[in-house]
């Protein structure tokens, strides 16, 4: 199955959570069924001391599946394993209209690159990606050549993804 792919890029403090999370609140409105790939530093947990679910992964459990009426979620301990890749982890998602994949600086699909004035570096990825097909800032760039939007405007970013990912109706 081919997917729609789309990524929200750039450096630590660059907004790109918070685009991301309008954006998926954006695109839902529209009626489109929207997953996420969030890339995080290896030393992360979503699963905190004292749950059965950490109980059974410190037991030395691979995958502890927890489920509910509500969610469910599975995590995988890597266990020495290498970190999957992109491709690994869209593999193992359900069916839907998009996925939008935030981080992930050095993959090949089509990314905006997020820019803030109080980013962690403001070293253009750009310059370097040719897979970033657009940027948004909190501050007026000049001289890029690919389309820039304010990165408050999560409309016409939307309109834009649904664009470039040939999900407009």
Same mark, same amino acid.
């Not at 969610?71 to 890749?85: I, N």
């Not at 040719?130 to 940027?135: G, L, M, S, W």
């Given at each position: 199955?081919?997917?729609r792919?789309?990524?929200?890029?750039g450096?630590?403090n660059?907004?790109?959570?918070?685009?991301?999370?309008?954006?998926v609140?954006?695109?839902?409105?529209?009626?489109?069924?929207v997953?996420?790939?969030?890339?995080?530093?290896?030393?992360?947990?979503i699963?905190?001391?004292?749950?059965?679910?950490?109980?059974?992964?410190?037991?030395?459990?691979t995958?502890?599946?927890?489920v509910?009426?509500? /969610?469910?979620?599975?995590?995988?301990?890597?266990r020495?394993?290498?970190?999957?890749?992109?491709?690994?982890?869209l593999?193992r998602l359900?069916?839907?209209?998009i996925?939008?994949?935030e981080?992930?600086?050095?993959?090949?699909?089509?990314?905006l690159?997020? /820019? /803030?004035?109080?980013?962690?570096?403001?070293?253009?990825?750009?310059?370097?990606?040719p897979?970033?097909?657009?940027?948004?800032?909190?501050?007026?760039?000049?001289?890029?050549s690919?389309?820039v939007?304010?990165?408050d405007?999560?409309?016409?970013?939307?309109?834009?993804?649904?664009?470039?990912?040939?999900?407009?109706?």
């Amino acid at each position: 199955m081919m997917r729609r792919v789309f990524g929200i890029t750039g450096w630590k403090n660059s907004g790109k959570t918070t685009l991301t999370e309008k954006l998926v609140a954006e695109l839902a409105r529209r009626g489109w069924k929207v997953s996420t790939v969030k890339h995080a530093h290896h030393d992360f947990d979503i699963d905190k001391p004292g749950t059965d679910s950490f109980r059974h992964r410190h037991a030395g459990a691979t995958e502890v599946a927890i489920v509910s009426g509500r /969610r469910w979620a599975l995590m995988h301990e890597l266990r020495g394993e290498d970190e999957p890749t992109l491709d690994d982890i869209l593999s193992r998602l359900a069916p839907s209209d998009i996925v939008l994949v935030e981080g992930y600086k050095r993959e090949m699909h089509s990314k905006l690159e997020t /820019r /803030r004035l109080e980013a962690k570096d403001r070293a253009p990825l750009s310059a370097s990606d040719p897979h970033i097909v657009a940027v948004a800032a909190d501050f007026t760039v000049s001289g890029e050549s690919l389309p820039v939007f304010d990165l408050d405007d999560t409309k016409s970013i939307a309109d834009f993804v649904e664009r470039a990912t040939g999900l407009a109706r």
